[in-house]
């Protein structure tokens, strides 16, 4: 891995190398050019619009771990029963009907797992308790493989949109690079550093806090 970095590190050193070259050269034969730099990690970092993106999927993130803490003490109610809760649950001014429908709801639940537990622990089951617990043992699996199936759904789409927030951002940040640097009359603006190596060591024209006001502005 250190390796690989050490090669990504030459080579991009070696476009560094060949685009000033070449900025150089155009450089002599017409006016002189000038070269900015910007700290992009702390533009990316500083972008007002990266924040919010964040507070709504932590938003989104406290929801369906709600749902889940719900589901995983629940899970002998049968689907429409934790609809129903959840919809309850979810309603942001409950009245005393809505109240008094949720504690029977967790009433009910707390009921069948203490039966539940009941049949677990108890050694000589009639038939008819062998099929009861048989029926509440595939429920409470088929509740399991629900949420799995739910985390996994979940995790790919935060993901999904993680990766979006991201392009997002970026897309901000090099918008906000471009009308800074056109309106100081830079050539080219170079990145500071490529993850953990340093790419420009020095630069006379730091544009980075004026692409964080730029990003911010209200």
């Not at 369906?64 to 049968?78: D, H, I, P």
């Not at 609809?83 to 709801?105: C, G, M, S, T």
């Not at 009639?126 to 099929?131: F, G, L, M, P, V």
Request: hydrophobic share 40%.
């Amino acid at each position: 891995m250190l390796k690989l970095r050490g090669i990504l590190a030459v080579i991009i050193f070696g476009l560094f190398l060949s685009a000033l070259a070449s900025s150089l050269a155009l450089a002599a034969d017409a006016k002189p050019m000038t070269f900015g730099s910007v700290d992009v990690e702390k533009a990316f970092n500083g972008c007002e619009k990266k924040t919010q993106l964040e507070q709504d999927l932590a938003g989104q993130l406290a929801q369906f771990k709600q749902w889940y803490e719900l589901k995983s003490s629940n899970k002998l109610l049968a689907p429409e029963e934790f609809k129903q809760l959840v919809d309850l649950k979810a309603k942001p001014n409950q009245n005393e009907a809505d109240k008094k429908n949720i504690e029977e709801l967790l009433a009910l639940s707390k009921q069948r797992d203490g039966a539940f537990q009941a049949l677990q622990q108890k050694s000589n089951l009639t038939d008819a308790e062998k099929t009861q617990l048989a029926s509440l043992q595939e429920q409470v699996k088929q509740c399991d493989s629900s949420i799995a199936e739910e985390v996994g759904k979940r995790d790919e789409e935060l993901g999904k949109k993680r990766v979006e927030l991201s392009k997002q951002v970026m897309q901000e940040v090099e918008a906000a690079v471009a009308a800074v640097a056109k309106e100081k009359g830079l050539a080219m603006v170079f990145a500071k550093s490529v993850g953990e190596y340093t790419f420009v060591v020095y630069s006379n024209v730091d544009i980075t806090d004026e692409v964080l006001k730029g990003l911010n502005k209200k």
